[in-house]
Structure formats: structure tokens, C-alpha cells
T-cell receptor
Framework: GEDVEQSLFLSVREGDSSVINCTYT??????LYWYKQEPGAGLQLLTY?????DMKQDQRLTVLLNKKDKHLSLRIADTQTGDSAIYFC???????????FGSGTRLSIRP | DTAVSQTPKYLVTQMGNDKSIKCEQN?????MYWYKQDSKKFLKIMFS???????INETVPNRFSPKSPDKAHLNLHINSLELGDSAVYFC????????????FGEGSWLTVV
């Protein structure tokens, strides 16, 4: 079935690293994505990774993909207050040509 | 210029009314979508159009009728609004083909009272 799962909440101290985890079901997914949604705003694409990659780094963001376990993670280094948002994991569900989103992880930053 | 724009951003209306949300993209993309985000922030695809043709309809009630006059526009019309229709509706677009990133509009906050 179509399912992308994430934990709902994560709280980290400012300056620490945040790691948001996600599991997905479609083993034939070609692309996996991370989107960010700030309060009252739309979804902003943060980064994406092709299924033939294990890792992708973009400034403070590191994406790790474990295809065997169908596990995707997003690491945010040196987390800042501006990183407070909901982070959505998404997979391209290849058989139906649509993108399925997880429930979102609400990241809160404490001083 | 906004890549995917939708109007109105906020809409408050009474039960039973009919309303429309408009969406336009200036990215030259072939595929457009409507997603619904409920109060718990769950995001679900409703419809997908490719070059004005409906390709995905995710068991959405018949009261919801998308219309795509051209590939740059995908409007959503909702008849006989119900309380449960209150949500944020996001329009999005992507280039043709699988595996392409989708770009979202800012959302339309619909409240049915």
C-alpha cells in the first residue's frame, strides 16, 4: 500500500543537530523528497534524493537513504530557531505517478 | 513572480454554498495537482491533471470538480460545502513525467461554518 511514516514531533536544542526519520513502502520509488512548511505557509522543497544514491549533502542538510530498509532521514546541522517548521517526507509512488506525503514532523527548537 | 499562484488565500463560507479556488502556474509545467491538508496537517492528493487531462482522482466526493481550461490552470469547484471540507487546499505543478519535483502554491484556507 501507499504509506509514508514519520514521527509527529521532535524537539532539539538550538545549535544541536536535528535528525528527522521517515519510512516508506514503495520499493520502486525513484525519488524521495523533503519539504518544509512554516506556519501559515505553503510547502517548500528542501531537497530530494534519487533512489540510486545513499547520501546527499546540501549546506546544513544531509539526506541519508537506506533502500534496503526503506528508510530516509534528514539531518539539519546547527539547528536554528528559523528551522522551526513541519518537515514532510515524500516519495514518488512510481506505479501511479504521484507523490505521497508522510504525516509531517513538527520540529521545535528550545534555547 | 509567483510560480504557482492560487486564489483566494482565505475563504470563509456557509454550509451548502458552492465555491471555487483558482490556480495558475507560470512554470510551463505539464502536470498540475490539488492536495488537501487537514487540521492535523495530513496532506493527501486529490486530483492530478496532465496537459488538461485528468490522470488521478483519489476517491474524492463528486461535489469536488476540478477543471483545467489549459495546462497552466487548474481550478477546483466545490458544490454543497460541508463542515468537513474545511482544510487548506494546495495547488501544485510539476514537469511531465515521473520523478519530477512538484512545486506548491501558498495554499487556500477554506473554512466552512
Amino acid at each position: 500500500g501507499e504509506d509514508v511514516e514519520q514521527s509527529l514531533f521532535l524537539s532539539v536544542r538550538e545549535g544541536d543537530s536535528s535528525v528527522i526519520n521517515c519510512t516508506y513502502t514503495d520499493s520502486s520509488s525513484t525519488y524521495l523528497y523533503w519539504y518544509k512548511q512554516e506556519p501559515g505557509a505553503g510547502l517548500q522543497l528542501l531537497t530530494y534524493i534519487f533512489s540510486n544514491m545513499d547520501m546527499k549533502q546540501d549546506q546544513r542538510l544531509t539526506v541519508l537513504l537506506n533502500k534496503k530498509d526503506k528508510h530516509l532521514s534528514l539531518r539539519i546541522a546547527d539547528t536554528q530557531t528559523g528551522d522551526s517548521a513541519i518537515y514532510f517526507c515524500a516519495e514518488m509512488y512510481s506505479s501511479a505517478s504521484k507523490i505521497i506525503f508522510g504525516s509531517g514532523t513538527r520540529l521545535s527548537i528550545r534555547p | 513572480d509567483t510560480a504557482v499562484s492560487q486564489t483566494p488565500k482565505y475563504l470563509v463560507t456557509q454550509m451548502g454554498n458552492d465555491k471555487s479556488i483558482k490556480c495558475e502556474q507560470n512554470l510551463g509545467h505539464d502536470t498540475m495537482y490539488w492536495y488537501k491538508q487537514d487540521s492535523k496537517k495530513f496532506l493527501k492528493i486529490m486530483f492530478s491533471y496532465n496537459n488538461k487531462e485528468l490522470i488521478i482522482n483519489e476517491t474524492v466526493p463528486n461535489r469536488f470538480s476540478p477543471k483545467s481550461p489549459d495546462k497552466a490552470h487548474l481550478n477546483l469547484h466545490i458544490n454543497s460545502l460541508e463542515l468537513g471540507d474545511s482544510a487548506v487546499y494546495f495547488c501544485a505543478s510539476s514537469p511531465q513525467g515521473t520523478g519530477n519535483t512538484i512545486y506548491f502554491g501558498e495554499g487556500s484556507w477554506l473554512t466552512v461554518v
